[in-house]
Each structure stands twice: as structure tokens, then as C-alpha cells.
């Protein structure tokens, strides 16, 4: 008889725990939403989970496999994630019923990671604030202003390529090129000289390495954050401040006060900052604690030196493979260079269009953030179709599957820049390119980002020739421990010196 009640003891928890993984599953179908079939404790995500697929390769999958949908459902776990493809429903979600869709959706776990306050993930009632006092940091007057702290670093850049390029060895350009917007976004928005590319042992790279280096501990905070959020808040007892965090807000804090003490002014970031904390007034009283400013300089940094130097490689190695197109750009660049006799001013980058055009299509290619994300802030009914959501739905756009869509890109594995001639861009529907995201919360530093990314394009290709060599990936596998879209292994290519005459 015990064995007997044993036996229907066990039954019952796993009938429980089957109950409870199962019981959202009929959520899209009631909706008249289609979408695969889950699967109990893993809803649609395994494969993604246990690292056999990366999240833009499997979202391709679905939005091929549902070509005719508007819109898909799937589950993360039992937590149903809504993937919005109809370019004008994505339009109503990022522009027209913004307040709808202010929250990005991601859980802050402020005491397990303090750093995770900053505004790329931070809930409306703080970003909105926050958002409007540090946009005039971002502005083209004040790009113009920082163009020659750029430029310096690029001629850094350029001689260390030379000692590179002299060993007649491969370079590996996902490294090199994080070096380099390193020292940019350190100068620009901390005023401290990094000093990346000098320095093997620079603290603000071995931090930038630290960030993004899929280490198995990197992996299962990332892991416990999506999948198990409340998981962290009980490890956040638990696990000791990492040691990215205690960089940051120390040199975010000790720079503020020997500015104050000094008496230092630098317009930029740290600045913006200082500003914030003598006046909280001015972003509605936020506490604004020594985290939450130490995260706003985290995310500039960790954002602004990333997502440009994987653009910047990812475009070398499109290069590399399409040389007629390498040779066409350097002859826009020598021209410009040329009408300018040798200098190299602010107002040269903004006249080379095939440089944009180029810059573009690497962007459609290889979007850094692969889709967009949302969550709603009350219930919400799509008008054109008049399906129901409610509040707290999370939704994906997934730009990096749209943008790789041959009936909107033809051909889209071919790298042609000539897709953004001006007159083939007003064919398509503006929702079909959106690597900066679109809207009220669009990339905060695209400007930014284009800048130094382009700035240092052109002192590397006026200067040297870019191959591929026997280490280069000629099929481009996505990395699938990874947030930002990453090259598996990364881009060796080979960088020979051009003998100007």
C-alpha cells in the first residue's frame, strides 16, 4: 500500500510540473496566432538553449517557415514571445503606439548586476528622463567637436597596422578593430587615454574582453537572466561583485570627483553625468545612486566600442572578398583626399557615398543586435488584424531574418552596396532596414557609431590593401554564445602596405 502511495505521490508532482510548463501552450492558438509546437520545459528555445543555434539562425528558420505570417508565436520556457514580421505592424510597435511599446523588456536584476540599470535596458519611468538629458551628448555639433580625438586614434590605428602588417602575418580584425574603438570611446567619453593598441595589458580592453568573451561564467549569467530571472534574484545573495563592475564604477566615480576637485571641464559624457548628479531635478528625482550613473557610462562603452569594431571588421572582410568594390572605395577616398589636399577633415566623411552605401550594406548583412525587442506596458489590439495582446507581452522584431530576406533583398548573401542608391531605397519600406533600431528608442550613439566606425575605414584602406588569407572564414558561421551578432573564431585577413607615389 505504501509503494501504491508512493507510486501516485510521484505521479501527482509530475503531472504538477507537467501542468504548469503546459498550461500557457494554448496561448497563441486561442489568439489565431500560428507558431511551432512547444515543448514542455522548453517551449520552442532548446536548441538555442544548449547552444546548437544561434538566436538570429533560428529565428530565420521561423520566419521562413511561417513566409506567409504576419506574425508568430512562440514560448521561451512557458513564456510566450510574440515575432512581429508585417513591416507596418512593426511601424505601429517602434513609432505610431511607441508608449505602448516603450519597455524593452529586459529584467534588471540590480543587486546581482548593478550595471544592468543603464538605458538600453532601463523601464520607461527612468530611460524617458534619462534619454532626453544625455541625447545633446550624441548631436553632429558635438561629433564635430570630437572628430579630431577620433582622428588620432585612427593614425594610432594605422601604425599599429604597420607593425602588424610587417610580419607578414594574418591579422585578426575582430581584435584589432576593438582596440581601436576602445581608445575612441575611452578619450571621447571618459577623457582617459586607454591606450589599446600600446598596451597588451590596457585595464579598458581586458574589461571590453571580460564583457564579451563567451566564458562559461559569462554564458550561465546570460542563460539565468532569459531563461531563469528568478533564479538571479536568489544567487544575487550569493555570488560576489564581479570585477566588471568594480571597474566601472570606480573609474566612472573617481574621474567625476578629480574633475569637481580640479575644477575640469570636458563636455562630454563624464560630464553629462556630473550634471545629472548636481541636478536630479532635471530627471524627475531619480535616485540617482552610484550604479545607476556608473551603468550609463557602462553601456556607452561597452555598446560604443563592440557593435563599431564588429562593423568595422565585418566590412574588412567583405572587402577582402569583393575586392573591385575595395578598389572603387579607395579611389573615393584618395579623391577626397586629393580636393582636400591631404587633409582629412569632419566634412570629407559626410561627401563619400559609396563609403556609406558600403557601410549600409555591411549593416544589412551583419546587423550587430539581431532583433529588437519590446514588451507592452497595457493590454494592446493590433488594428488591422485585431488580435488581442496583453500587458507585459514580449515581442521580437528580427531585423537580422527581414534584412535577409531575398523577396526584400534579392540575392541577400551577395554584398552589393548599390542597394542603397537612393532610388532603390524608396522602393522599399523604410521598416525593412532598422540596424539602429527606429523611434523614440532607436541607437541613442548611431551617430556616433557611424562616425568612428567610418573614420577608421578609411585610414585603413587609404593606407593598406585587405586580403583574405588561409585563415579566413570563407563561410560566415554565427556565433552562438554570443548577444551581439559575432563571427565564429573570428576574421583573420591579410593587410599588405600601399606605396604611395
Known amino acids: 500500500m505504501e509503494s501504491f502511495e508512493i507510486l501516485c505521490g510521484i505521479a501527482a508532482i509530475l503531472f504538477s510540473v507537467y501542468y504548469y510548463f503546459t498550461l500557457n501552450f494554448n496561448f497563441w492558438k486561442s489568439r489565431g496566432i500560428c507558431g511551432p509546437k512547444p515543448i514542455p520545459g522548453f517551449g520552442n528555445f532548446k536548441d538555442v538553449m544548449f547552444m546548437k543555434k544561434s538566436t538570429p539562425d533560428y529565428l530565420m528558420e521561423i520566419y ?25 505592424l512593426m511601424k505601429d510597435i517602434l513609432i505610431k503606439d511607441f508608449t505602448t511599446f516603450a519597455d524593452r523588456g529586459f529584467p534588471l536584476h540590480e543587486k546581482l548586476d548593478p550595471l544592468s540599470q543603464h538605458l538600453f535596458a532601463l523601464e ?36 599599429y ?49 571580460l564583457v564579451f568573451t563567451p566564458t562559461w ?11 531563469l530571472p528568478w533564479l538571479c534574484d536568489i544567487l544575487s545573495y550569493i555570488l560576489p561583485e564581479t570585477e566588471v563592475n ?33 541636478h536630479p531635478d532635471k ?5 540617482l545612486t552610484e550604479s545607476l550613473i556608473a551603468a550609463q557610462a557602462f553601456i556607452f562603452f561597452i555598446a560604443g566600442f563592440e557593435t563599431s569594431s564588429t562593423t568595422m571588421s565585418n566590412t574588412l572582410y567583405e572587402l577582402a572578398l569583393n575586392q573591385e568594390i575595395q578598389d ?54 493590433f488594428d488591422n488584424i485585431k488580435v488581442n495582446i496583453p500587458k507585459d507581452q514580449e515581442i521580437w522584431i528580427p531585423i537580422y531574418s527581414i534584412q535577409r530576406d531575398p523577396d526584400i533583398y534579392p540575392k541577400p548573401d551577395v554584398f552589393d552596396p548599390e542597394r542603397f542608391n537612393d532610388e532603390v ?34 585610414k585603413i584602406l587609404r593606407n593598406y590593401k585587405v586580403e583574405t588569407c588561409k585563415k579566413t572564414p570563407i563561410s560566415y558561421v554565427n556565433d552562438c554564445r554570443t548577444f551581439i551578432l559575432t563571427p565564429l573564431d573570428g576574421i583573420y585577413l591579410k593587410m599588405t602596405k600601399i606605396h604611395r607615389s
Request: aromatic share 10%; glycine share 4%; with cysteine.
Open 217 to 227: 561564467e559569462n554564458i550561465l549569467r546570460s542563460r539565468f537572466k532569459q531563461f
Open 124 to 159: 520607461p519611468k527612468r530611460w524617458r528622463p534619462l534619454r532626453t538629458r544625455l541625447s545633446p551628448v550624441f548631436t553632429s555639433g558635438k561629433l564635430k567637436e570630437m572628430f579630431s580625438l577620433i582622428s588620432q586614434c585612427s593614425d594610432r590605428l594605422e601604425q
Open 425 to 458: 531605397v524608396q522602393t522599399r519600406h523604410p521598416m525593412y532596414y532598422l540596424p539602429f533600431g527606429d523611434g523614440p528608442r532607436n541607437c541613442i550613439g548611431a551617430r556616433f557609431a557611424v562616425h568612428q566606425t567610418k573614420i577608421g575605414l578609411i
Open 328 to 381: 572603387k572605395l579607395r579611389e573615393e577616398i584618395n579623391e577626397e583626399y586629393m580636393r582636400h589636399n591631404d587633409n582629412f577633415t569632419y566634412e570629407n566623411i559626410k561627401k563619400m557615398n559609396y563609403l556609406d552605401k558600403i557601410f549600409k550594406e555591411t549593416l544589412r548583412k551583419y546587423p550587430p543586435v539581431p532583433q529588437l525587442t519590446r514588451k507592452t506596458t497595457s493590454n494592446y489590439t
Open 283 to 287: 530627471v524627475n528625482n531619480i535616485d
Open 161 to 209: 597596422i604597420e607593425t602588424l602588417a610587417s610580419k607578414n602575418e594574418s591579422v585578426e580584425c575582430r581584435e584589432l578593430t576593438a582596440k581601436y574603438t576602445t581608445d575612441v570611446i575611452g578619450i571621447c567619453a571618459f577623457g582617459v587615454e586607454t591606450n589599446a593598441m600600446s598596451d597588451e595589458d590596457s585595464e579598458f580592453r581586458k574589461m571590453g574582453r
Open 64 to 88: 521562413n517557415n511561417y513566409k506567409d505570417e504576419s506574425m508568430v508565436g512562440i514560448f521561451i520556457n512557458r513564456t510566450p514571445v510574440l515575432i512581429v514580421k508585417d513591416p507596418d
Open 246 to 278: 568594480k571597474f566601472f564604477t570606480r573609474i566612472v566615480i573617481e574621474t567625476m570627483t578629480y574633475r569637481d576637485a580640479n575644477n575640469i571641464v570636458r563636455h562630454d559624457f563624464i560630464d553629462m553625468l556630473r550634471e545629472l548628479k548636481k
